[in-house]
């Protein structure tokens, strides 16, 4: 099993909709919880941090479960520039080793 | 504030040649990290250097894979000899030092994207 494992979609998502992804994690001790988005052939950037009581950030909402081990992304009223891949990050400990999910690919189409 | 930089951007090598990826992270940031993407699944972490120590290098393939930073500045990543397995694209990484129990965000470059034939 993987240790982060996201759905690779792509999501094919009209402009102006909600869209959602999951992310689930293995190691029940992770501490800290990412969303990167990576453009096609450019390198991730950090889109937000995600604490445990959930956090907004504009249109980008990220919540954490602890108890089911998922965090997710919420994209609200989708803009073409939202295109891109998103990926789940995971820090399982202390050494900050970012482990990376495979990435969900976003397609907003208008 | 200049960013991560990587070079070369792009680099093309035969199989059993040899490869070196230089990395410049932001001045002033201690820790900097090496990652690889393989066409078609996540990224790895390779090693972590706090200065020019190797603080992690769990995630080092084999020994033909070497990473230095002497200086604490820019670090490099040697592949001798390469093998088809390893193209992929090479991401460094930098951060601002930790204090304890802390995290502060790593800042990407924008990799090399490195083929063998």
């Known amino acids: 099993r993987k240790e982060v494992e996201q759905d690779p979609g792509p999501f094919n998502v009209p402009e102006g909709a909600t869209v959602a992804f999951n992310c689930t994690y293995s190691?029940?001790?992770?501490?800290?919880f990412f969303w990167y988005r990576q453009d096609c052939r450019k390198e991730p950037k950090l889109l937000m941090s995600?604490?445990?009581?959930?956090n907004e950030d504009g249109r980008f909402t990220a919540q954490l479960n602890r108890a089911s081990q998922y965090i997710s992304l919420l994209i609200r009223d989708s803009k073409l520039s939202d295109s891109a891949t998103y990926l789940c990050?995971?820090?399982?400990?202390?050494?900050?080793?970012?482990?990376w999910g495979a990435g969900t690919k976003l397609i907003i189409k208008p | 504030e200049a960013g991560v930089t990587q070079f070369p951007s792009h680099s093309v090598i035969e199989k059993g040649q040899t490869v070196t990826l230089r990395c410049d992270p932001i001045s002033g940031h201690d820790n900097l990290y090496w990652y690889r993407r393989v066409m078609g699944k996540e990224i790895k972490f390779l090693l972590h250097f706090v200065k020019e120590s190797k603080q992690d290098e769990s995630g080092m393939p084999n020994n033909r894979f070497l990473a230095e930073r002497t200086g604490g500045t820019y670090s490099t990543l040697k592949v001798q000899p390469a093998e088809l397995e390893d193209s992929g694209v090479y991401f460094c990484?930098?951060?601002?030092?930790?204090?304890?129990?802390?995290?502060?965000?790593?800042?990407f470059g924008p990799g090399t994207r490195l083929t063998v034939l």
């Open positions: 990050v995971v820090i399982p400990n202390s050494n900050y080793q970012l482990i």
């Open positions: 990484a930098s951060s601002r030092p930790t204090l304890a129990g802390g995290y502060n965000e790593q800042f």
């Open positions: 190691n029940s001790a992770s501490q800290s």
């Open positions: 995600v604490y445990s009581s959930g």
